[in-house]
């Protein structure tokens, strides 16, 4: 009568070798053999799983633009909101399209009275969510006391975040320049950096760009020139502002507004892919990661796991 | 600290290149075979060209001796003059300017002359900061720092004497730095950048220039983007069988060649191919400045071999280069260019691509077209091969079992995992038993153990494009995949891909659910920070896998529509590592006891939950077999009954053991196969047994 025994130790088999950790695995086993790893004394362990790596950024990438106004096909004299169903006049008092002699047509605030004279225009039809950025095109210089600029997350209130440019001396406390304001109502504009005078000339562009919590980026011809924050307004549209501009000076022209998010390379891009991923020690200790991603490259702080088990 | 800029640089329109990285002295390096190289500090808020333009023009208008006021003067006799850029910073200096010789006391009172040095052209560079103005001593041919000017000088009045000059001596040689070489691979080692590797470019299509002549030698493009760096290289239409030697780059679609194009077969835009002038040559920068790159300091390197460079490593106190099919050690003891040797390692192994190198354990590992090796170095024993038990995969005879795709080896690489002694390299595999999809991106690894010398084939449900190990601020050694939207992912952190161990295991789906988006039911979904975004979704129902692009704790969308229909009151499993592992064919000794076959136990270490599959094949047949009577199993079993194939097996199991009968069916072999799908813990198997006789009952009379 044959002895009943555990008799396959897998010596005499042509299968896994779970009892012999060094034994090479034949290769029909490894074709069937997946996600599982031979560890110490023979035991198949699931392999581990892998942590998103949380990675420091401070740059936000601003999408191509999904809105652009040139202002060329208005009727010439006609309140923009009146021409143009893309466009709600939030303001005390309109923003009207005219000639220009290089743009061709721009807009400007066309008035000159006396006190406050704010023309806010929200982009109305905007559907892009609220990280956002909005650019406009300075054609002409300022004169004193005149201002242009645009808006972020802006409300009809009107609330919202403004970059914008003035003539000299304004407004009243001497800020002058290039400067971003929180909009908390019609005449409230708290200052939330004075940027100073990066030179402007007409032609130049100036770029607003909000994302996450009130991240705030500056920007002169694509250049980022100042970053901030303010988590006061989490939601708003792009727009433009004026103040007491009139005819021949402060006129705008080219108004764009896109997508703004939060860091290129924690969100889905498809047909960027990174081809190589670098660690470098800069000469202040930092430890970075240089990563070419599609055709940039790219640099984060590198940081930690973000879960642990 | 100081503030990061996120994109470093954008080449804006080049794709598909694939650039190569190096460190030295806390800069970065970039090449990728077309572009400039690229050098980074860390701090600025972009890459700049690396090296220094030599003055432009070369022949310059030196200017005229004078008499000057004052009595300081140049010391009579002829002198050479010139001058040259530098950038303070770093304290590299250009390639100087042409010299001219002027004589100092000609015409002039010997007390108050000078040397009036005119027409100076500043750089355009930014990075240029000084304009270094070298003179030579009356007679003599040693050139010296005359003076240093700043960089927007356009004239100088020199009234330096020779003994004043004298102690002015130059701390670089006299070259000095041009363009780093266009190379596609660069590494750092031993205090020098050293440079492989061409690329043969043939993007967009073009055709002679109209309109300049029945023997003209412009050439004119569509989707060229040709640069300046291709001068010197050779121009081939497909349809032609004439080299043309690159003169001179007008623009991103414009070139002139030297040879004249006379024909009609030009006129048409076809498709062309520029080519290095010498294929293969390594390029080595001067020691301590690695932006320069002296004419002297290049090798021809493969010389006579019909293949490729594939990349290069500094290994021990070598230079390692690599071919398709062949290694060269290229050894020196103080200089690469004074003493230094280039010898053939041994035997025919090489270099799959570039990024399929690792230096792990002291040795140096790598795959090629016949698999992964191992070498310690010296050429006269080469590397040794290492993976046998995957020869299969490498086989282009045998594609039976599944098969690396050599088609896409640029985007092979290779990556340790120090934690479990461990070698990854991430290949493109098809064919794969039971696996339909056709990949085109790594998504399988190929995992070599050095310590315990045992493989496995990882596979994972979204591509890994590239890899490499980092340390974190608290001096550990991260293992980091990227996939291909970009993320970055740890690995070896965890039980799931891409979710942390609080989300639950399986989420059910909700009305509202659509082809781009899922709702939840009364599960949620981690929405910490970026959430799951970039995390698999597994279908087991349709065996399909989701990707999330964002979501909510109560819903996700999807980066890209399923392909089969999701369903309300289905479950996904959130980042499941799905595994199996399958035996060979185990034989049954005797005849006698094929219809004796009895049960199969299963070990395992016991888990707080979790369920694993088993699936039976006999006869080494492709489908498993559901035929066996389902009776004295253990606790730890469930079966449906009849014409089930799975055997669930309760992983959670407090002894850790599972009793599968096997009796009822005749057989002669039995393979079984182990399949886990489901996240959330980490299953471990320890053994398993058969119950049978033995061989050596057998053999008794």
Redesign the interface.
């Known amino acids: 009568m ?7 130790s897998v010596e ?5 070798n ?2 012999h ?39 936000v ?1 601003l999408e191509a633009a999904s809105f652009e106004d040139d202002f060329e096909s208005y009727s010439l004299s006609d309140d923009l909101d009146t021409v143009s169903a893309d466009w709600t006049d939030v303001g005390e008092h309109p923003i009207t399209v005219k000639s220009h002699p290089s743009s061709g047509q721009a807009v400007e605030g066309d008035f000159d009275a006396a006190g406050d004279n704010r023309g806010y225009y929200i982009h109305d039809s905007w559907a892009g969510g609220n990280d956002q950025w909005a650019e406009i095109e300075f054609t002409e210089n300022l004169n004193t006391s005149q201002a242009i600029g645009v808006m972020v997350r802006m409300s009809s209130t009107p609330t919202g975040y403004l970059l914008q440019i003035s003539g000299a001396a304004f407004p009243a406390n001497g800020t002058h320049g290039f400067s971003v304001y929180r909009v908390d109502a019609m005449n409230s504009l708290n200052a939330v950096a004075a940027i100073g005078d990066p030179g402007f000339s007409a032609g130049d562009r100036i770029r607003l760009a909000v994302y996450g919590s009130g991240q705030l980026r500056a920007y002169v011809n694509d250049v ?1 020139v100042w970053r901030g924050s303010d988590s006061t307004y989490s939601t708003g549209k792009p727009g433009i502002y004026t103040f007491d501009t009139s005819s021949g000076s402060g006129r705008i022209d080219d108004f764009k507004a896109g997508v703004a998010r939060a ?8 047909g ?13 200790g ?24 | ?15 598909g ?5 190096a ?1 030295l002295f ?1 800069r ?1 390096y ?1 090449c990728d075979g077309w572009n400039p190289t ?1 050098v ?4 600025q ?1 972009q ?1 700049r060209e690396a090296g220094l333009d030599r003055p432009d023009p070369y022949e310059w208008s030196a200017g005229a001796t004078s008499t000057l006021p004052g009595s300081a003067s140049v010391s009579p006799g002829q002198h050479f003059v010139r001058y040259r850029y530098a950038d303070s910073k770093t304290g590299y200096p250009s390639n100087p300017s042409k010299a001219y010789q002027f004589n100092a006391h000609e015409g002039v009172s010997e007390t108050t002359a000078g040397y009036i040095m005119s027409n100076i052209v500043p750089s355009p560079e930014a990075h240029v900061d000084q304009i270094i103005v070298e003179m030579t001593r009356a007679g003599g041919n040693q050139f010296l720092r005359a003076t240093v000017l700043a960089n927007e000088s356009a004239a100088v009045t020199l009234k330096i004497a020779d003994e004043d000059l004298a102690s002015r001596i130059l701390f670089y040689r006299d070259f000095g730095h041009g363009k780093p070489p266009r190379a596609r691979y660069m590494t750092a080692f031993r205090e020098r950048l050293w440079m492989l590797g061409d690329l043969a470019w043939s993007q967009g299509v073009a055709q002679k220039k109209a309109n300049v002549g029945a023997a003209g030698n412009s050439i004119v493009g569509s989707g060229t983007e040709w640069n300046s760096g291709i001068k010197g290289r050779f121009f081939i239409f497909e349809n032609d069988s004439v080299l043309r030697y690159i003169e001179s780059v007008v623009s991103a679609a414009e070139l002139v060649v030297t040879e004249t194009l006379s024909g009609g077969k030009y006129g048409a835009k076809v498709g062309y191919t520029i080519a290095p002038d010498a294929p293969d040559v390594l390029y080595v920068s001067q020691a301590l400045f690695p932006e320069s790159f002296p004419d002297e300091n290049r090798l021809k390197v493969l010389a006579g071999r019909v293949e490729q460079s594939t990349g290069l490593h500094g290994y021990r106190q070598d230079m390692v280069i690599f071919g398709e099919r062949s290694m060269e050690l290229f050894t020196y003891t103080l200089d690469p260019r004074d003493d230094g040797r280039r010898e053939r390692v041994e035997g025919d192994r090489g270099l799959t691509s570039r ?1 399929c190198t690792i230096e792990a354990n002291g040795l140096l590992y790598g795959m090629d077209y016949k698999g992964a090796w191992v070498w310690a170095g010296g050429v006269s024993q080469g590397p040794v091969h290492l993976s ?6 490498f086989d282009p005879s045998d594609r039976s ?2 098969y690396v795709d050599f088609q896409y080896r640029e985007k092979f690489h290779a990556v340790h995992y120090p934690t ?1 002694h ?1 070698i990854l390299w991430f290949v493109v595999m098809n064919g ?2 039971g696996d339909a999809t056709t990949y085109t ?1 790594p998504q399988h690894a190929l ?1 070599y ?1 050095y310590l ?8 994972f449900d979204v591509p890994i ?10 001096g550990r050694l ?1 293992t ?3 996939d ?19 989300q639950s295991r399986y989420v059910t789906l909700a009305s509202g659910t659509s082809a781009s988006s899922v709702v939840l039911s009364s599960d949620t979904f981690y929405a ?3 959430g799951l ?2 995390t698999p979704l597994y279908d087991p129902i349709n065996d399909q896998v989701l ?1 999330v ?2 979501n909510s704790a109560g819903g996700a969308t999807l ?1 890209e529509a399923p392909g089969t229909a999701l369903s309300v009151g289905q479950r996904l499993a959130v ?1 499941p ?11 049954f000794a005797r005849r006698k006891e094929r219809a004796q076959g009895r049960y199969l ?1 299963l070990y395992y ?1 016991p888990l707080d939950s979790g369920v694993a599959k088993v699936r039976l094949y006999r006869d080494q047949s492709g489908s498993a077999y559901q035929a066996f009577k389902y009776a004295y199993s253990n606790e730890a079993v469930h079966h449906s009954g009849s014409g089930a194939i799975d055997y669930r097996i309760d992983l959670d199991h407090y002894d850790g053991y599972a009793r599968i009968p096997l009796a009822g069916g005749q057989c002669s072999t039995l ?1 079984f ?1 182990v399949i ?1 799908d489901e ?1 959330g813990v ?17 053999q008794e009379p």
């Open positions: 044959p002895r009943k025994v555990t008799l396959y005499k088999f042509r299968g896994l779970l009892n950790p060094k034994s090479m695995l034949s290769p029909e086993d490894l074709a069937r053999l997946e996600n599982f790893i031979l560890r110490r004394g023979g035991a198949l362990r699931l392999r581990p799983g892998m942590a998103r790596m949380n990675m420091e950024t401070e740059t990438l980022e860091d290129h390379l924690w969100q889905i891009q498809s960027n892919e990174s081809t190589r991923m670098f660690p470098f020690e800069r000469s202040d930092t430890q970075i990661l240089v990563i070419a991603h599609g055709d940039q490259l790219r640099a984060v702080r590198i940081g930690t796991p973000e879960w642990t088990e | 600290m100081p503030s990061l800029p996120a994109t470093i640089y954008d080449y804006s329109s080049v794709a290149l694939r650039p190569d990285v460190e806390n970065v970039v690229l980074w500090d860390g701090y808020q890459a990024r046998e038990a995957l020869d299969p995969y079992q599944g479990q461990s794969l038993p991106k995992l153990d315990r010398e045992t493989w496995t084939v990882l596979r494009v590239t890899s490499t190990t980092s340390p974190d601020t608290k991260y980091l995949l990227a291909e939207h970009g993320r970055v992912w740890s690995y070896g952190i965890g039980s799931r891909d891409g979710a942390p161990g609080s910490s920070n970026s975004a970039g990707v692009r964002s980066l980042g590592i799905r595994g199996k592992w399958r035996t060979g064919a185990l034989a136990h270490d393979e196969e886990f996240g980490i299953p471990v198997f320890t053994g398993f047994d058969l119950d049978a006789y033995s061989r050596e009952e057998d």
